[in-house]
């Protein structure tokens, strides 16, 4: 993938059914309000820290032994 950063108005973000095994930094996606990472290879969530407008967060179908705990996400209100 490329950078995410320069991408700071972005609000969807779609990546499902890419066969990723790791996502690029998203700190800088501070806007993003839904994230699809559902149907990958992922091992381990990434940095969600910088995402307080995160509405719905999707990782189902990836590879994570377990989910580890969520920063602070205010706006969060699906998880799947």
């Known amino acids: 993938l490329p950078p995410l950063a320069p991408l700071t108005a972005l609000m969807l973000l779609h990546l499902a059914h890419n066969a990723l095994r790791a996502v690029p930094p998203l700190a800088a996606l501070t806007r993003l309000r839904l994230l699809d990472l559902s149907h990958n ?3 381990a969530a990434p940095d969600l820290s910088a995402l307080s407008a995160l509405r719905s967060l999707l990782l189902h179908c990836n590879r994570l032994a377990a ?6 996400l205010a706006s969060l209100t699906h998880l799947s």
């Open 41 to 43: 290879r992922l091992r």
């Open 67 to 72: 989910l580890p705990p969520l920063p602070p």
